[in-house]
């Protein structure tokens, strides 16, 4: 076994931000049957901001959350922490797909990681929030033209993005694989897992209650509302909420329109102040690189290192185990792409390795919708981008139950579904025959082959 393999080997098979001596303990599971006014199905961002606010909007109304895990488990506790202003996954995806609505779309990102912002400090969250932005980093020379292009065309829409030349690049992050940067100031980091267990004790706080170890198994209809099977339980709702992303939907209607991927880091010891010094970073700016197999990057509290992505993982039939969140081969992958990003640190040690899944939708972000007349809302599709564009969804689905016509529910991206994806065996051979296009585009100057093309111009997407 080589020195890296050994190092990845060694690391601790679980979410660094899960490791936490702050995990709360957990809730005890609904054990009778019961009666609310709202329920969520789901502990993860998007149904903690949905009890949160529905809370928040009517103090006097039963909101129940119940989660088949613990909140912030899945998901929610384990990924990179980037918080965006974007609702659409990313300017260009927005530009492309809903280009009348995106002076309304921007507006509303930026105001909404502003509420959360404001959340944070109002519910005193400890979740280390930063709003240093983030560095899109070129690591290839196409790509510099391209970050120049998105750099103009973002502030021809009001957006306070800037173009870093290689060396201002290099002084804000000194990697040699960094030849150019796009600088976008509305992102911020938080620590993901903590994020989750502060809006899970704002939500017992404000009078939710919340059951964890809870599994919701089945959904149906009578006269007074909604009936939700739980464990071996049944709760009676006149609202519904669901909140389960990755994880199979209750509605059958649902079960092509996301495909659930795994996603994968590795994080490194602390660095020491030398190591730190190599590597100048001063500014703590979250960090991704423009190819399509990407990578993202952090520093955290303690001023370790978070790498990850690059892979993205689709098993036959939607596949979804605990086993497949550890994959020897793709860690070794990220420890080899680390060294190339970071020499100076080349033997360093990794404390923790994990994956996590996502749901991944064809447009790329999140998707709305309702059933039983109205009485059932969700969203889904968050395609990795949802720490901050849960809050929007859990706002768009309060909107959606109370039957309110708002802006947000005018949008074309709450009001239309993207395309589903296609049953197996054509939705496995699609997806591997998308990433095998991606990373032969990558290593091809960025040219997309004749399958991107058709998958483009059908509005179809697959992201790493």
Same mark, same amino acid.
């Given at each position: 076994?080589?020195?890296?393999?050994?190092?990845?080997?060694?690391?601790?098979?679980?979410?660094?931000?899960?490791?936490?001596?702050?995990?709360?303990?957990?809730?005890?599971?609904?054990?009778?049957?019961?009666?609310?006014?709202?329920?969520?199905?789901?502990?993860?961002?998007?149904?903690?901001?949905?009890?949160?606010?529905?809370?928040?909007?009517?103090?006097?109304?039963?909101?129940?959350?119940?989660?088949?895990?613990?909140?912030?488990?899945?998901?929610?506790?384990?990924?990179?922490?980037?918080?965006?202003?974007?609702?659409?996954?990313?300017?260009?995806?927005?530009?492309?797909?809903?280009?009348?609505?995106?002076?309304?779309?921007?507006?509303?990102?930026?105001?909404?990681?502003?509420?959360?912002?404001?959340?944070?400090?109002?519910?005193?969250?400890?979740?280390?929030?930063?709003?240093?932005?983030?560095?899109?980093?070129?690591?290839?020379?196409?790509?510099?033209?391209?970050?120049?292009?998105?750099?103009?065309?973002?502030?021809?829409?009001?957006?306070?993005?800037?173009?870093?030349?290689?060396?201002?690049?290099?002084?804000?992050?000194?990697?040699?694989?960094?030849?150019?940067?796009?600088?976008?100031?509305?992102?911020?980091?938080?620590?993901?897992?903590?994020?989750?267990?502060?809006?899970?004790?704002?939500?017992?706080?404000?009078?939710?209650?919340?059951?964890?170890?809870?599994?919701?198994?089945?959904?149906?209809?009578?006269?007074?509302?909604?009936?939700?099977?739980?464990?071996?339980?049944?709760?009676?709702?006149?609202?519904?909420?669901?909140?389960?992303?990755?994880?199979?939907?209750? #509605?059958?209607?649902?079960? &092509?329109?996301?495909?659930?991927?795994?996603?994968? !880091? /590795? +994080?490194?010891?602390? *660095?020491? @102040?030398?190591?730190?010094?190599?590597?100048?970073?001063?500014?703590?700016?979250?960090?991704?690189?423009?190819?399509?197999?990407?990578?993202?990057?952090?520093?955290?509290?303690?001023?370790?290192?978070?790498?990850?992505?690059?892979?993205?993982?689709?098993?036959?039939?939607?596949?979804?185990?605990?086993?497949?969140?550890?994959?020897?081969?793709?860690?070794?992958?990220?420890?080899?792409?680390?060294?190339?990003?970071?020499?100076?640190?080349?033997?360093?040690?990794?404390?923790?390795?994990?994956?996590?899944?996502?749901?991944?939708?064809?447009?790329?972000?999140?998707?709305?919708?309702?059933?039983?007349?109205?009485?059932?809302?969700?969203? #889904?599709?968050?395609?990795? &981008?949802?720490?901050?564009?849960?809050?929007?969804? !859990? /706002? +768009?689905?309060?909107? *959606?139950? @109370?039957?309110?016509?708002?802006?947000?529910?005018?949008?074309?991206?709450?009001?239309?579904?993207?395309?589903?994806?296609?049953?197996?065996?054509?939705?496995?051979?699609?997806?591997?025959?998308?990433?095998?296009?991606?990373?032969?585009?990558?290593?091809?100057?960025?040219?997309?082959?004749?399958?991107?093309?058709?998958?483009?111009?059908?509005?179809?997407?697959?992201?790493?």
């Amino acid at each position: 076994m080589s020195d890296l393999a050994e190092r990845v080997r060694r690391a601790k098979p679980e979410p660094f931000w899960l490791d936490d001596d702050a995990s709360p303990e957990p809730l005890p599971p609904l054990a009778h049957d019961v009666s609310t006014d709202l329920l969520v199905v789901g502990g993860g961002y998007s149904g903690l901001w949905s009890a949160l606010l529905a809370k928040e909007r009517h103090p006097d109304r039963a909101v129940m959350l119940v989660e088949a895990g613990t909140c912030g488990g899945e998901a929610s506790g384990r990924n990179g922490g980037f918080c965006e202003a974007s609702l659409t996954h990313g300017f260009d995806n927005g530009l492309s797909r809903w280009p009348d609505d995106l002076p309304a779309l921007l507006r509303m990102g930026r105001e909404n990681l502003d509420e959360i912002e404001a959340a944070v400090s109002r519910y005193g969250i400890d979740c280390n929030f930063e709003r240093n932005g983030e560095l899109d980093v070129a690591t290839d020379e196409y790509q510099v033209d391209e970050l120049r292009d998105a750099a103009a065309a973002m502030s021809a829409y009001g957006l306070p993005a800037t173009f870093v030349e290689r060396d201002d690049a290099r002084a804000r992050f000194d990697s040699p694989a960094v030849l150019a940067a796009l600088h976008d100031p509305d992102v911020a980091l938080v620590e993901p897992a903590r994020l989750a267990w502060g809006l899970r004790s704002a939500c017992l706080e404000a009078g939710v209650e919340i059951f964890e170890s809870s599994h919701a198994s089945a959904i149906d209809r009578d006269d007074a509302g909604v009936r939700v099977r739980v464990g071996d339980r049944t709760v009676q709702a006149r609202r519904v909420i669901l909140a389960t992303n990755a994880f199979p939907p209750l #509605l059958r209607r649902l079960r &092509l329109m996301t495909v659930p991927v795994y996603d994968y !880091a /590795l +994080v490194t010891d602390p *660095l020491s @102040d030398l190591q730190r010094k190599e590597i100048g970073w001063a500014g703590r700016e979250g960090v991704g690189d423009s190819g399509n197999q990407f990578h993202y990057l952090r520093l955290t509290r303690d001023n370790r290192i978070l790498f990850g992505g690059y892979d993205a993982i689709y098993h036959y039939g939607n596949g979804i185990r605990r086993s497949y969140e550890q994959r020897q081969a793709t860690f070794e992958t990220l420890g080899r792409h680390f060294e190339e990003y970071f020499p100076a640190l080349q033997g360093i040690g990794f404390s923790h390795r994990w994956g996590g899944v996502i749901d991944t939708s064809t447009q790329f972000c999140a998707f709305y919708g309702t059933a039983y007349d109205g009485a059932v809302a969700y969203a #889904l599709g968050f395609t990795g &981008l949802g720490v901050g564009a849960t809050r929007f969804a !859990a /706002l +768009v689905m309060l909107d *959606l139950l @109370d039957g309110a016509k708002t802006e947000r529910t005018e949008l074309e991206m709450v009001r239309r579904k993207p395309l589903p994806f296609p049953p197996e065996p054509a939705r496995y051979a699609g997806v591997q025959l998308t990433r095998w296009s991606l990373a032969k585009a990558d290593a091809n100057q960025g040219k997309r082959n004749a399958w991107l093309k058709l998958t483009d111009a059908l509005g179809l997407g697959f992201d790493s």
